[in-house]
C-alpha cells in the first residue's frame, strides 16, 4: 500500500476543496435521486441502514465464527465515551453532535513518511474485513463485537517506521464545543491519548475499526475511526482517532496519568491481577440475564495462544 504525504503529491494532483465538496454534494444528490427515483426503494435504503453497508467481507485472521455477538442495540446504547458523559446513555445520546465529515489523521514521529491524510484516502488503500472479537472493559462487562476494520500494522508499516520508534501514542479529536467533559478537566485531561508498544500495534490482532455489524461505526462507538486491541481492558481502545505518534519514550495515557495505581501502561486482562477496588476475575456479559451466571475471564481475554509471547519474561502482576 502506497500513502502519499502532503510533500510528495504533486500541485498537479491535488484535488481542488471546492470540486472535493462538489463532489460530495454530487454523490449525495445521486443517492438522493436513486432513492426518489425508486431505483433503489427507500425500504432497500432503510434496511442499507439498519442492516448492512459491507457484505460478505472475508474474515481476519483470529476473527471467530464460534462467538455469539451481543445484540446491537445493547452496544450502542451503553457506551463509555467520558468526553461526552460519565452516564452510558447519555454518552450515546450527546456523541450524535461528533462532527466526523471530513476527517484527517496526521501522522509523526520516528518514521520516514509523516504527513496527514484523510481518512478516505486512508481506507481506499485498505482491505476492510469483519473481525469478531471478544471485548472486555476493566469494569468487568463484556460483549462480542463483529468489528469492520483494517489491520492496523499493515497501516502503520505504510508510515516506514524507523528503527527508534518503540511505541505509538493515539490521540482522540478535540471538539470541545461540543463535548461538555472537555470544557474542564473532570476525571480525564483532553483530549484521550492512548499507547501501545511497537510490536502490540503491529500485531495482527490489532485493528482499526470503521464499522460493526457490517455498517458504518455509530459516533458514541468511536466514529470514524477507532482501535481495537482485544486482549487489553477496552479503555486502551481509544476512539475517534485523530493523531497517530511513533516515539521513543512511552507516552503517559490518559487513564494512567489520572489513576497511575489503577490503570497500567499494559492493561492486559488478567483475572490475576484484581482492580485496587474490585475483583477481575469474572465478568458479567452484556445483554445476559439476571440469573445468567458470570463469565470466568480469561488471561489475555482467551487470546493467550496469539500474543503471551510478547510478555514472556514480564511480571504480569508489576506490568499490569
Ligand atoms: N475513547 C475515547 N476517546 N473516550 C473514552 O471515554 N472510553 C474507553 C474506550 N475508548 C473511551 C475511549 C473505554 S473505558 C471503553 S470500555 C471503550 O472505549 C468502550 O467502547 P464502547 O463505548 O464502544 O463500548
Aim: glycine share 4%.
Amino acid at each position: 500500500m502506497i500513502i502519499k504525504t502532503k510533500n510528495e503529491i504533486l500541485a498537479s494532483e491535488i484535488t481542488d476543496p471546492s470540486i472535493f465538496k462538489e463532489r460530495r454534494k454530487i454523490i449525495k444528490a445521486l443517492f438522493a435521486t436513486l432513492v426518489s427515483s425508486s431505483v433503489i426503494s427507500p425500504n432497500r435504503v432503510l434496511a442499507a441502514n439498519n442492516n448492512s453497508v459491507w457484505n460478505n467481507l472475508s474474515k481476519g485472521d483470529f476473527s471467530n465464527n464460534k462467538l455469539t455477538p451481543t445484540p446491537a442495540e445493547l452496544i450502542k446504547n451503553y457506551t463509555n465515551y467520558y468526553e461526552f458523559s460519565f452516564n452510558k446513555k447519555d454518552s450515546t445520546e450527546l456523541a450524535q453532535h461528533l462532527k466526523i465529515d471530513p476527517w484527517s489523521i496526521e501522522v509523526t514521529g520516528e518514521i520516514e513518511k509523516p504527513g496527514t491524510f484523510y481518512l478516505e484516502d486512508i481506507l481506499r488503500q485498505q482491505v476492510l474485513q469483519e473481525f469478531i472479537y471478544r471485548f472486555r472493559c476493566v469494569e468487568a462487562w463484556s460483549m462480542v463485537v463483529p468489528w469492520v476494520g483494517f489491520s492496523l500494522g499493515n497501516l502503520l508499516k505504510t508510515f516506514k517506521p524507523l528503527s527508534s520508534a518503540y511505541f505509538v501514542k493515539f490521540t482522540s479529536v478535540h471538539q470541545p464545543e461540543i463535548m461538555p467533559k472537555q470544557q474542564n478537566n473532570a476525571m480525564l485531561e483532553w483530549p484521550y491519548v492512548e499507547s501501545l508498544r511497537i510490536d502490540e500495534a503491529m500485531h495482527p490482532l490489532s485493528i482499526f475499526a470503521v464499522g460493526m455489524y457490517g455498517n458504518t461505526l455509530p459516533k458514541q462507538n468511536g466514529a470514524p475511526l477507532r482501535l481495537v486491541v482485544p486482549w487489553k481492558y477496552g479503555f486502551k481502545s481509544i476512539k475517534a482517532i485523530v493523531k497517530i505518534e511513533f516515539l521513543k519514550r512511552p507516552p503517559i495515557s490518559s487513564w494512567s496519568k489520572s489513576a497511575p495505581g489503577e490503570y497500567g501502561f499494559y492493561a492486559n486482562v488478567n483475572p490475576e491481577v484484581p482492580h485496587p477496588r474490585w475483583s477481575q476475575n469474572s465478568e458479567r456479559q452484556l445483554g445476559s440475564g439476571l440469573f445468567t451466571p458470570r463469565r470466568q475471564t480469561e488471561l489475555f481475554n482467551g487470546y493467550g495462544e496469539q500474543v503471551a509471547s510478547m510478555y514472556s519474561n514480564m511480571d504480569l502482576r508489576h506490568f499490569f
